[in-house]
Every structure is written in structure tokens, then in C-alpha cells.
């Protein structure tokens, strides 16, 4: 699964109720996190240095966090850096290479104001790894992971396959989802149903999994009936594009509305 797990962590209970998620999809013994906190303008001037007592501070609360990842043998180092998340997230991707980014859902600073203002969609948008925000729901081990997909969408995105082999690493029941106009009848849920079980099987050069499921529901939008079936899962994975409601959970006012009304984790590939 993920190799190099970067922890935005800005110190508060919500970032510290990532531990679990993130011991769930490391790999013990070749998984490496790395948990930062970033300082925003508290720095020094023109945020060049971190004021000591603050280094000493973040040091301790995420080296005890790291000491938890450790005793899982999942390598871990802490950072304590000036600047902004968005920018200090953008620059370790650039020169580490990871491949997943973790943030709290809420916060008291930093990642706060992440996840309320405009800086959230610039920090889903801008950092190109999949991005996992834990929501108030965390959970400790994998079992139901759920996947919207549009059923005619021939280029489903990243989603659909990280959804996949999040499944096989963690014997976790996967739910396709289809969410379909009011109005829609029994006979489009089971057209839509057959669509993304073909999408699936194309992309992934398999057949249907037992542990697949392939579900339509219908709802006044993408995000409500995602909301609504994300109940019953641990996780949500999905893709950044989309030609119809998709798209603007991740580009617009939706991803807002996703991110903070869903008590599940949301993980979103770029």
C-alpha cells in the first residue's frame, strides 16, 4: 500500500485522530510517516525560524505520536517547519515522493482553517498525491471502503483503482456507488449497476470480486447520496474529474459541503 504517508498534523485532537487510519494503511516495516506541523507566519521574520518554545512543543505532542508508529515498526520522523501547510505540503511531496497526504478533518489552527475556507480546495486541488482527510469517524481497521463511480463515465480516474487495491490489501468489502437523478427508475439502477460492474472490470482486467459491490441510489445530488450511503462505510474513495456531480466535489462548493458533513474519512486522487 503506501510507502511515504506525509501527516499534516496542526497539534489538536482531530489530527491526532489520524494515528489509527494511518496505522491501518501503513505497511509495518516498509511504510515511512512523516508527521509536520507547520508554524504560518509565527515564525521568525518573513518565516525563515520557529520560535523555540514553539519547536519544543510540537517536537514533544508529535514525537508522541511518532513513538506510536514506531512501536507498530512503522518508521516515523517529525518536523517542525515555517509556512503555510499548502506550501510546505507542496515542497516535501516535491522533494520526498510520497504517495499519500493525511489531515485532519477540524482542527484548532492550522488544518482548521484548512478544511473551512478557500485554502481547502487549493490543498485538494494543488497537492498531486491522493489526499485522505480523517473525518470524525476514524477508523482502526479497513472493512467497508465505498466508491462513487458515473456509470458512463469510460475513464473512471485514479479512484477506482486505489479503491481496489485498498480492498485487496485490507480484505475490505468494496461498494461501487451510482448516485442517479430523482426520477430515476428500477430499471436505470439496474442499467447503472451493469455500467460501473463493466467499468470495473475493464480497468481492472478482472472480473467481479465477492467482495464487490455494485449499488444506484438516487438523490437530488452527487454529494447527498454519497453522504447518505457513506454511513455504512470506514472510507470513501474517489477521483478528482467527473463530467456531472463528481467533478464539483472536488472544483467547487461541493467538496466544502463533502469534507465537513461526512463523519467518515474522505480520500480523494488527483
Do not use: K
Amino acid at each position: 500500500m503506501f510507502r511515504q504517508i506525509l501527516w499534516m498534523n496542526d497539534l489538536s485532537e482531530r489530527a491526532a485522530a489520524c494515528l489509527d487510519p494511518i496505522r491501518a494503511l501503513a505497511v509495518a516495516g516498509s511504510s515511512r510517516v512523516t508527521l509536520v506541523y507547520t508554524t504560518g507566519r509565527l515564525g521568525g521574520r518573513n518565516g525563515r525560524a520557529v520560535p523555540e518554545a514553539l519547536r519544543q512543543h510540537a517536537e514533544e505532542h508529535l514525537g508522541r505520536l511518532a513513538g506510536a508508529l514506531d512501536a507498530r515498526d512503522i518508521a516515523a520522523e517529525v518536523l517542525v517547519l515555517p509556512g503555510r501547510p499548502v506550501d510546505v505540503a507542496n515542497r516535501l511531496v516535491e522533494e520526498r515522493g510520497f504517495d499519500l497526504l493525511v489531515a485532519g478533518a477540524t482542527g484548532v489552527s492550522g488544518l482548521d482553517r484548512l478544511l473551512v475556507g478557500s485554502t481547502a480546495l487549493r490543498f485538494l486541488r494543488q497537492v498531486p498525491v491522493p489526499v485522505m482527510v480523517v473525518g470524525q469517524r476514524a477508523f482502526t481497521t479497513l472493512r467497508r471502503v465505498l466508491c462513487p463511480l458515473e456509470p458512463g463515465d469510460a475513464t473512471p480516474g485514479p479512484g477506482l483503482g486505489l479503491a481496489v487495491e485498498l480492498a485487496r490489501a485490507t480484505a475490505a468489502t468494496l461498494t461501487f456507488l451510482a448516485v442517479l437523478p430523482v426520477g430515476s427508475t428500477p430499471a436505470d439502477a439496474e442499467a447503472a449497476e451493469a455500467a460501473m460492474q463493466a467499468i470495473v472490470e475493464d480497468a481492472t482486467a478482472e472480473a467481479a470480486h465477492p467482495r464487490w459491490r455494485f449499488r444506484a441510489t438516487v438523490g437530488r445530488d452527487a454529494a447527498e447520496g454519497i453522504l447518505h450511503e457513506a454511513r455504512l462505510h470506514d472510507l470513501v474513495v474517489m477521483s478528482t474529474h467527473g463530467r456531472s456531480g463528481l467533478e464539483r466535489l472536488v472544483s467547487g462548493s461541493v467538496a466544502h459541503s463533502l469534507v465537513e458533513s461526512c463523519r467518515v474519512s474522505v480520500l480523494v486522487a488527483r
